[in-house]
């Protein structure tokens, strides 16, 4: 799914003490002049493989390694890709990210931005069901994306449009996988964060176009029904390859997948 793909070489496992943020940076790099959107997920979950802990959101599972991690996955992405039940569920607001930080990724080859402003979150919704005065569309600092169809209600596209946010048709009736990434391709958006929800990774694996996943196992377990990190309406298999372990002193697991 790349042009020429330059991925950085480091240990297959790596203790996170030994990583100041420049290393752990470099780590997580995405591939250098990208022809096509690369396509990498991020996910938590309990060791039991929950994906929700207390109160059914992901981020009560998080550790202080985890929270490094997203904050910096989110730094090196030029724009954050998520389902609308994933942004109601979590209050989603826009991306704050450190500009210093994204200049300098994006000097360095890693991700970034030349201008250091923050990603912007594109939202995934067919009947564009988003609330106008959400906290994402308030709190904002790049007008977020809501990629939706040709029959979204008209009234519901003017709203948010009126709110501030920029909407994308893609397809007729439904967002597919490929019309997903065709759009962010559309829009020169290349290095794509996805966090979720479960269903819209399902359907993206499911169709081959997921090239990473960033998966944190939490050093906890949660018993309960806490859903899994994908979901489907069919099983699938794709084949992956480990490609790095961070293992941090707390016992948080940071792993790099991508696909075979």
Not at 87 to 115: F, I, K, P, W
Not at 147 to 173: K, M, S
Not at 185 to 198: I, M, W
Request: glycine content about 10%; charged content about 20%.
């Amino acid at each position: 799914m790349v042009g020429s793909v330059t991925m950085q070489r480091l240990p297959d496992v790596i203790q996170l003490a030994d990583l100041d943020d420049d290393a752990l940076a470099r780590a997580y790099a995405y591939p250098r002049q990208l022809a096509v959107p690369w396509v990498r997920a991020n996910f938590v979950s309990s060791v039991d493989g929950a994906v929700t802990g207390e109160g059914a959101v992901s981020g009560s599972l998080g550790t202080p390694a985890d929270h490094r991690v997203f904050w910096l996955l989110r730094e090196l992405a030029e724009v954050i890709v998520v389902g609308a039940g994933t942004v109601r569920a979590e209050n989603y607001g826009g991306a704050a990210t450190d500009a210093d930080r994204r200049q300098a990724h994006h000097r360095h080859g890693l991700g970034g931005a030349a201008d250091g402003t923050p990603p912007p979150i594109a939202v995934v919704s067919a009947s564009a069901n988003l609330a106008p005065d959400a906290r994402l569309f308030a709190e904002s600092v790049v007008a977020p994306l809501v990629i939706t169809t040709a029959q979204a209600p008209a009234d519901r596209v003017a709203a948010l449009t009126d709110a501030g946010a920029r909407v994308l048709v893609a397809g007729e009736a439904a967002v597919t996988p490929a019309a997903l990434v065709a759009v962010l391709a559309e829009e020169g958006l290349h290095r794509v964060l996805l966090e979720g929800g479960p269903h819209l990774f399902g359907q993206l694996a499911e169709a081959g176009l997921v090239d990473e996943l960033c998966l944190t196992t939490s050093p906890q377990l949660t018993g309960g029904h806490g859903g899994r990190i994908s979901l489907s309406a069919s099983p699938f298999q794709v084949p992956l390859v480990r490609r790095q372990l961070i293992l941090d002193d707390d016992g948080t697991v940071l792993a790099r997948w991508g696909r075979r």
